[in-house]
C-alpha cells in the first residue's frame, strides 16, 4: 500500500499567543510559519508526490500552498476528516488557563475517555482520522499503485493518533508522541501492518536543546506544569 507523509501546518498566530485554535475561523500561519512552508517543496524534494490532501482549515491550506505552487501538476484534495479536533467550548481559550480544568488530566493521562464539552471525544478523533487515512490509502492504492506516496497536512493532535494506530498503541499512550509545526512524519502501509519511517521530522536539531520553563507556561506559550511533563494539547509552537 502507499507512503503517507503526514506533514503538521506550520506554527500559527495561535500556536505564538498560547490559544487552544481548534476549528475557529481565520487562524493563519505567523510568519515563522509562512517560512516553515516556503521551506516544505525543498525538504520533498526528489519524493514523486501523487496527490496533496488537506485539513480544511486555513492553516493547513497555506501550509501546503509553496508546495503546491512548485509542483503545479500536484491535485489537492480536502478531507473533513483531518480536520483539527472538536474541541468545543475549549477552543479560543488561553491554554493556560485550560490547565486549571479538571478534564485536562484526563486528556494527559486517559485520553479515550476525554470528550470536550460541547465539542467530540478524542476516542472520535481518532476513529474519523483513521477511517480517512485507510480510504485514501485504498483510493491512491488504486490509482497510482502500491508504491505511490502522497501527502496529507493536518494536525498535532490527528498526527499523533495516526501515528498511535500505526504502532498499535492504544490512545492512552499517545501524548507520548510529538509533532512540531511542519514536521514530517512518515508511514508506509502494508498488507500485514503499517511502517513508521519518520516521526516528527523537522531537520531541526536545535529544537532537542533544553528550555526553560516556568510553571504555568512553557517557552511556547503552551500551558505546562511544574514537572514540564504534560502534552500540549493542540501540539504547541515547536522550538522558539
Known sequence: MPTLILVRHGRSTANTSGVLA??????????RGASQAAALPGRLAGVPLVAAVSSPLQRCRETLG????ARPGLPLHTEDRISECDYGDWSGRKLAELSDEPLMSVVQQHPSSAAFPGGESMRAMQARAV???REWNARVEEEHGDDAVYVMCSHGDIIKALVADALGMHLDLFQRIHADPCSVTAIRYTRLRPFLLRLGDTGDLGSLAPR???????ADGDAATDT???AAVGGGAGAP
Open 22 to 31: 481548534g476549528r475557529t475561523p481565520g487562524v493563519a500561519l505567523d510568519e
Open 66 to 69: 509553496p508546495l503546491l505552487d
Open 131 to 133: 477511517d480517512a487515512v
Open 212 to 218: 526553560e520553563v516556568a510553571l504555568g507556561a512553557d
Open 228 to 230: 514540564a511533563s504534560d
